[in-house]
C-alpha cells in the first residue's frame, strides 16, 4: 500500500491557473499501470479528469481537455495536474490514485 498526498488545491478566481501534486511514499508512477487525478462534488459520483499510463499515453474527459495536463516526474515519485482556464464548475475535490491508492484529496474552489 503506498501512501499519496495531494497537495496544491486553493481559491482562484475564474480564468486563473493551479498545479497540483500528487507525492507518493515510494516510486510508483512509473510503472506499467494507469494512473491519473479524479475530482468529486457533492452529490455526484467521482470522475476521472485525467490519466497517463502506458508509455506516457494520456488521456483526459472533454469538460477539461485542452485545459488540463497531466503529467509525472521521471523517478515516479510525484504525478502532477496542470490546470489552466479554471471555470466555476471545476471546483471540486481532487484526488490522485494509482492501483489501489488514494490520497485523502485537496480542494479547488473556483470562485470570484
Known amino acids: 500500500q503506498v501512501q499519496l498526498v495531494e497537495s496544491g488545491g486553493g481559491l482562484v478566481q475564474p480564468g486563473g491557473s493551479l498545479r497540483l501534486s500528487c507525492t507518493a511514499s515510494?516510486?510508483?508512477?512509473?510503472?506499467?499501470?494507469?494512473m491519473g487525478w479524479y475530482r468529486q462534488v457533492p452529490g455526484k459520483e467521482r470522475e476521472l479528469v485525467a490519466a497517463?499510463?502506458?508509455?506516457?499515453?494520456?488521456n483526459y474527459s472533454d469538460s477539461v481537455k485542452g485545459r488540463f495536463t497531466i503529467s509525472r516526474d521521471n523517478a515516479g515519485n510525484t504525478m502532477y495536474l496542470q490546470m489552466n482556464s479554471l471555470k466555476p464548475e471545476d471546483t471540486a475535490v481532487y484526488y490522485c490514485?494509482?492501483?489501489?491508492?488514494w490520497g485523502k484529496g485537496t480542494l479547488v474552489t473556483v470562485s470570484s
Open positions: 490514485n494509482v492501483l489501489y491508492s
Open positions: 515510494r516510486s510508483i508512477f512509473n510503472i506499467n499501470a494507469a
Open positions: 497517463i499510463g502506458r508509455g506516457g499515453a494520456t
